[in-house]
Structures are given as structure tokens and as C-alpha cells.
């Protein structure tokens, strides 16, 4: 079965340090999706990144970057030099293309509080 | 413009009641999703559509309906509102073939 686990809960780290969000995800499939939703305290649910299951490559996108490792099952996230406009709730999910449903499995999210 | 809108964004009502929250999107995308959101539980999926004329159910469909009206226009009905419907809505869209969703702005449902 899909599932998607964040295990912190909630992070608070002061300006300008690196944070890094974790995500390990469960899955039978061989073709799979993740992804990564960011929901600041205005509730908005911004998407910022997906990676299908056959590029492992990690990306950067200036302060924001990600690590996938199939090997782990894990998809995390990093944000280098953080800032107070980073504080929100992220949300890392999975999604299986091939299942019934094509839906998204969310985590419960990581709450992140950035300090000035 | 939004190319996923929500309506209404907040709503109070009461036990009992029906009500409506209805979702459009200029994404010209085929399926749409209704979720809720409760805090610590992450987002759960209520109905989902991937076109006019199909309707499923997610994985909390319970006390919930949903209306495809159009490829753009997708509702959601609570018949009876009950308090633990207390939650934020959101409306979802994605192209078929293209996993990612788009979410709509939320609605803040408080049921009392």
C-alpha cells in the first residue's frame, strides 16, 4: 500500500540557517510520482516540485533543493539560507499513475517556523 | 485570475444543514478531486472525477456527494452537516497523463 511519512512534525530553525525536511515514502509500484506542496499560513497549497520514479538526478531551484534516493524510499528537502517567507507547512506525497486512483497520497506534513 | 476557484471560501452553518461548495477551473484539465483537510492528518481524499460522466469515491466519501456539472465545474454536498465535517476544503485539478495537482484556494468549513 501507498504511504507517505514526514516524521517531523514541526521545525524551527533561525534565519539564514539550512533546514532539511524529510520524507520516506512506500509504494509496490515501479512507476511512481513525488512531490512536494508548500501551505503558507494563508492556506494555499503551492506545488513546487514533482519527480517521477526514473530520475533520481536532484534538483536544485536557487535556496530550495531535493534528494531522492530509491534506495532509502526517501524524497527530501532542503532549504539552504532560509528565510522568514519560508515559514509554512510542506507536505511531501506520492502518487501511483498505474493504481485505480490516480490520486495523491499526502504525509501529515512538517511544520516550519522560521525564526528571525 | 485563479485558475482553480472555491466558493465560498469560509462558511458557518449548522448542524443539520445542507450546503454547497463549489469549485471551477480555467486549467482546461479533465479530472478534479475534492479533499479535506484536518490538522496532523495531512490531506484525504473525498470523490474524485476524471470526467463528466465519471464519479468515484475517495477514501472518506461517508456524508459527502459530489456534482460533475461541466469538465470545468465540480461540487461537493454535505446533505446533513455534522460538527466533525469541521475541516478546509480543497478543490484539486490535473490533466490526465500529467500527475500534478492544482489546488484551489480552500474553503474553511465550521460546522456548530
Known sequence: AQKVTQAQTEISVVEKEDVTLDCVYETRD???YLFWYKQPPSGELVFLIRRNSFDEQNEISGRYSW????STS??????????VVDSAVYFCALSEPHSSASK??????????IRP | D???TQTPRNRITKTGKRIMLECSQTKGHDRMYWYRQDPGLGLRLIYYSFDVKDINKGEISDGYSVSRQAQAKFSLSLESAIPNQTALYFCATSQGGQETQYFGPGTRLLVL
Open chain 1, 74 to 83: 526517501s524524497f527530501n528537502f532542503t532549504i539552504t539560507a532560509s528565510q
Open chain 2, 2 to 4: 485563479a485558475d482553480v
Open chain 1, 104 to 113: 495523491i497520497i499526502f504525509g501529515s506534513g512538517t511544520r516550519l517556523s
Open chain 1, 67 to 70: 534528494n531522492f534516493q530509491k
Open chain 1, 30 to 32: 515501479t512507476t511512481y
